[in-house]
């Protein structure tokens, strides 16, 4: 069974894009995933376009379900080493992250 927590616990930003209109033209579909404190499961729906967004607590483990590429950075504001995961690709479950990026330029 799979439990997945509040997103507004996990990042700062990802309200707005909650927000937003399942048909926004800047939002890919699918879910973006990670480990958080305590070994908790989160994730996040319809992720902006090309916004760095950073994430708000300890982060690990990132799964790009969504159609498009995505990165994870080591430092917050994408900044620092890069890694980029395909669609469906995830990270080592101890990599830790910052901030992602949807369809890094």
Known sequence: ?????PITLGLTGFALAVTLPASAAHAAGG?????????KPYYVRNLPDKKCLDMRQVSRGARNGTKQPLSVYAGKH????????????????????????????
């Open 78 to 105: 994408c900044k620092g080493a890069a890694t980029r995961l395909a669609p469906g690709a995830s990270a080592p479950s101890g990599k830790r992250f910052a901030s992602v990026v949807l369809n890094p330029s």
């Open 1 to 5: 069974m799979r439990l997945f927590r």
């Open 31 to 39: 879910e973006f995933g990670w480990v958080g404190p305590g070994g």
